[in-house]
């Protein structure tokens, strides 16, 4: 994948100041609070910083945990995995492949087929709906 290079002060002035706090600073959103929690449409999740695709709707279930859920990204070279031993406790950090940007989290306790829940922020993601 393609990777972008931007400058924090490129990335500033694209985002809105949530999408930077979120993809650029690795903040959270509050639960409950992103737009893409609760959304069933049909569609491809894309990076919100450099609309590269991650996650089909198709993968996307409800969690219950608060934030838009899915059991696999769309290609496996689309997110890469990092360690994150922040907040006192060690979780993966899930970032763009393209441009670095912060997603969430990954956890081993999604359904089956691959029992993971990619525990991602509205912010970080664009929803381009299908065509009906």
């Known amino acids: 994948m393609a990777k972008v290079d931007k400058s924090e002060e490129e990335w500033a002035e694209q985002l809105t100041p949530e999408q930077f706090a979120v993809l650029r600073k ?8 992103g737009k893409y929690d609760g959304e069933k449409t049909p569609g491809v999740y894309r990076c ?7 996650f089909r709707s198709d993968e996307k279930y409800d969690s219950g945990s ?5 059991w696999e990204p769309i290609d496996l070279g689309a ?18 492949a393209s441009c670095e940007g912060h997603l969430g989290h ?7 087929p691959t029992g993971l829940r990619y525990c991602m922020n509205s912010a970080a993601l664009d929803l381009e709906a299908e065509d009906d």
């Open 26 to 33: 690795a903040g959270t959103e509050p639960a409950f609070s």
């Open 48 to 54: 919100a910083g450099c609309n590269a695709p991650l």
């Open 66 to 70: 608060g934030w838009p859920s899915f």
């Open 79 to 96: 997110v890469e995995e990092r360690s994150d031993a922040g907040h006192g406790m060690v979780r993966t950090e899930v970032v763009c």
């Open 106 to 112: 990954v956890f081993p306790d999604g359904p089956q």
